[in-house]
């Protein structure tokens, strides 16, 4: 490891890390206004030109609020639990290839922060341990909403985590990798080459499991407002609650960029051969990682305004007595299929 | 191989260092008027009634355990799977393996649902 490869690292490190907090900024503006817009309304359009500057005075807002800490609450784990819940929900980006790659000075640097081989592992621990961040969080308040919040959402939580991590399995069988790339390899080519296809299942069992695992609707019974006032961060206020949002929609931009890398052939432009064409075939590799992402973002509000909530008891029962079952069936099919192809 | 880690040693200290300079601004700046009334935890407006840390439904806790279960099975699951295909060539014994791991689970899982260990109501 010389200098210079570090300060490739660093650069790396720095535009994902700025490229995540300008995607969350640009998301809280495009849930606020594609909300409004879906339900007749204007939404914010007073900051700045259309209000795009309206997620930035909101954070400056959220400096000038008084931190409070309820009388009663357990000090400690409740300052640290936005902590971490939010040092994870950064962190899992690192992993996931945003575009082929790119030749500066005579080096091949990939469009990927860290190339790990145990990608997919990788993102389910960091993922694990927002859970503690979140009934950390619920339990520390000293509030009854705040515990019940805390509590149903890692139920909920630690639910979904199964069915998704058995619909990665099979998408680990295709591909005999649990790198990301490797997996992006395996689908690249002609676009029927991309694992929606060929694990329809899969997919969606993996995208109820998204949706469940970033608790969002319809499944957002941990901070469900008419119920529960605001789940397990009732309590908390300034910076801190700041940072519990923060963590939830950088999980969403985590889990689009999974559900595109994992079926939709990651940063693959179909039908076309990207290492021929240089720098270009990068750059457009990028810009169709960008524009799936941006479409299972958008997916994520088309979602929230067009289902009902679940009720905890069916919640529950989606999770453990469909989801569950249905993507053991899908493994041992998977594995079924690929053991009668390789005896013929 | 550790080489490949280091970026994520990096990522973790740009994140922790993000979040630990935003929990101490925010203690730092901001108004700070406190009093005994303000400070008591929300509760629609009303005094605290009894203590917050009560009791809660065992269905939780079963919920922990069983999620243990399954999640060990997982964690057999995925290295199994990333070698399946190469373990292919020397025959099918690498499927009808798995396949026996899983149905002694599959057992266990509708022992499980039969008792109502997954009913909510």
Redesign the interface.
């Known amino acids: ?1 010389d200098l210079l490869g ?1 300060i490739i ?2 650069v ?3 535009v ?2 700025a490229a995540t907090m300008i995607t969350v900024m640009g998301m809280i503006y495009a849930e606020r206004r594609v909300s409004a817009f879906m339900q007749g309304r204007l939404g914010p359009n007073r900051v700045g030109p259309k209000g795009l500057l309206q997620p930035i005075a909101d954070g400056i807002k959220f ?11 357990d000090k400690p784990i409740f ?1 640290l639990a ?2 971490i819940l ?2 994870p929900a ?2 899992t980006f ?2 996931i290839p945003f575009g082929s790659s790119i030749t500066i000075f005579g080096r091949e640097i990939a469009l990927q ?5 145990v990608g997919i ?2 993102i389910l621990a960091l993922t694990s341990i927002g859970v503690y961040g979140i009934v950390l969080a619920g ?1 520390s ?7 019940l919040g805390g ?1 149903r959402s ?2 909920q939580l ?2 979904y ?2 069915a998704m ?2 619909a990665v ?2 998408i ?2 295709l591909a ?3 790198r990301l790339n490797d997996i992006i390899a395996d689908q690249q080519g002609y676009f029927l080459s991309w694992n929606v296809f060929k694990q329809p299942l899969a997919f969606i069992i993996f995208l109820v499991a998204v949706y469940a695992e970033t608790n969002r609707l319809p499944f957002d019974l941990t901070e469900a407002e008419q119920e529960l ?1 605001g789940g397990y961060h ?2 908390y206020s ?3 609650f ?2 519990f949002f923060l963590a939830e929609y950088a999980n969403m931009i985590t889990a689009a960029a999974l559900t595109v890398t994992l079926f939709f052939g990651g940063w693959d432009v179909p039908l076309l051969d990207e290492s021929s064409l240089g720098l270009l075939g990068a750059i457009l590799s990028v810009l169709s990682f960008i524009l799936k992402m941006a479409f299972f973002l958008f997916l994520f509000i088309w979602v929230r305004w067009t289902f009902p909530r679940f009720r ?2 069916q919640l ?2 989606l999770g ?2 469909v989801l ?2 249905l993507a ?1 069936v899908n ?2 099919l998977t ?2 299929y ?2 009668l192809t ?2 013929k | 191989m550790a ?6 040693l ?3 200290v ?3 260092g ?3 300079v ?2 101490i ?3 730092l ?5 406190t009093n ?1 009334v ?7 407006g009303v005094d605290q009634v009894g203590k ?3 009791r ?1 439904s065992i ?2 806790f079963l ?2 355990l ?2 243990i279960i ?2 060990i099975e ?1 964690v057999f ?2 290295p199994w ?6 373990f ?2 020397a025959g ?1 014994f690498i ?1 009808f393996e ?2 026996v791991f ?1 149905a002694i ?2 057992f266990g ?1 509708i022992y499980v ?1 039969r008792n109502g260990a ?4």
């Not at chain 1, 400096?63 to 609450?73: Q, R």
């Not at chain 1, 308040?141 to 515990?147: D, E, H």
């Open positions: 490891m570090f690292i660093l790396k490190v720095l994902v890390f400096f000038m609020k008084e931190d409070l800490i309820p009388s009663g609450a300052i936005p902590a939010l040092i950064l962190m690192a992993v922060v860290a190339d790990v081989n592992l990788y339990w308040s000293n509030s009854k909403y705040s515990l509590l890692s139920a630690i639910s985590e199964l991590g058995l399995v099979s680990i069988l005999g990798s649990l006032v009732t309590e300034s910076l801190k700041a940072m905890y008891d529950m029962r453990w007595k569950l079952p053991l493994i041992f594995g079924g690929l053991t390789a005896m | 080489e490949n880690y280091l970026p994520i990096v990522i973790f740009l994140a922790a993000f979040a630990f935003s929990l601004i925010t203690h700046v901001g108004p700070r008027v005994a303000k400070m008591m935890p929300y509760e629609s917050t840390r009560i809660f269905r939780f919920i922990a069983l999620f399954f999640d997982i699951l995925y799977a990333v070698v399946f295909k190469d292919l060539s099918s499927f798995m396949v899983l689970l599959a899982f649902w997954l009913e909510w109501e």
